[in-house]
């Protein structure tokens, strides 16, 4: 088992699509699988699927596949998410709310436990169990949770002041889906979240 | 300048990228840039840049860096989002009305002309300039506008047959907000957004 310096973060990032396609055949009843199957669902070569997973050890035996339950158990243990994370939502527009209210993170590994706005209209309004919080308040929030995970939908003018508060509280992975670029020290980690950046990639390629 | 089939997705992947830093340079009042300031801003390295940018021709001379809205026009037009795509939505919960409402397409080549769902109680509803639409009506509608952009936020159980649908009636571009791996044709392209995966990626580094 290779140290984790030596696994280079794209094959980091695809394992959570590989933990997704096993459980949805969990789902559908399949108990075994191959990487040529995975491979098929996917759009990705089996043998690019062997070697990602041969970073962590042998999940399968020649000729017979994996065993879909145990390789999802490794796969939520290397990444972290056989447990809950809690995170926070920043933004209480129409899209932080959106994902504040997302259903499909709890059975994934993560909470959302807080949503904050600066605007006096929205604070106090939302539902019961996640109602919006004043921004004002998500230091003390967060450090006292112990919060490392926040998702940032706020304008994109606002956008690194918030990260820069986030990251003094002690987040250390920020999901950001306002429009820009972040800065953040060393050992805070940024995901993006733009869709124009993912039509303009595909419009490229269209006639 | 390479043709098309030579230069690596990859490559097309962080123009969009390149194009969203220019085009915050440009509203900060900035006239020239250079690919070592661009890397810093992104965390991509300069060299990394130089080469990307090497692919569709010589835009910068070497020690006075780049003319930013020259490099901006040429990034537009090689990505052809000179041009207004119009795009529909299909799925009006939560997520899909964000989406549709998104106040960010309109500057950066893209329009929502449709929202849809099969949902009766949802049909009909919504803004007065994009009212929720039957989804029986998506094949016509995409036709007749000839859309070749969609954006797919339903359950997970119904994406494939919206994607279906929508392939069938012309699209080759699909965003796809649902948590699972889409089947399509050769020359449609998918690009996804699931905010878990992203969230995965980044708790394998946490403590």
């Not at 933990?19 to 690019?48: D, K, V």
């Not at 920043?90 to 993560?110: K, N, P, S, T």
Request: net charge neutral.
């Amino acid at each position: 088992m290779a140290s984790i310096s030596e696994i280079p973060d794209i094959v980091i990032g695809r394992l959570p699509i590989y933990l997704r396609a096993l459980t949805q055949l969990i789902q559908q009843g399949q108990e075994i699988t191959s990487s040529h199957e995975l491979g098929q669902r996917l759009g990705i070569s089996s043998a690019q699927i062997r070697k990602d997973l041969s970073h962590f050890g042998e999940f399968g035996k020649q000729g017979t596949g994996y065993q879909i339950s145990h390789l999802q158990a490794q796969l939520k243990q290397i990444l972290q998410v056989n447990r809950e994370w809690p995170l926070v939502v920043v933004g209480a527009g129409d899209l932080g709310r959106a994902i504040a209210h997302y259903g499909g993170f709890v059975e994934r590994g993560f909470r959302v436990v807080g949503l904050f706005d600066n605007d006096p209209a929205k604070i106090g309004t939302g539902a019961p169990d996640l109602k919006v919080k004043d921004i004002a308040e998500i230091t003390d929030f967060v450090r006292e949770r112990n919060i490392k995970i926040a998702m940032i939908a706020v304008p994109a003018e606002h956008a690194q002041a918030v990260c820069d508060t986030l990251v003094k509280a002690g987040v250390r992975a920020i999901l950001n889906y306002a429009p820009i670029t972040l800065t953040v020290p060393e050992g805070v980690h940024v995901q993006y979240i733009d869709p124009v950046t993912h039509l303009q990639r595909m419009t490229y390629y269209l006639d």
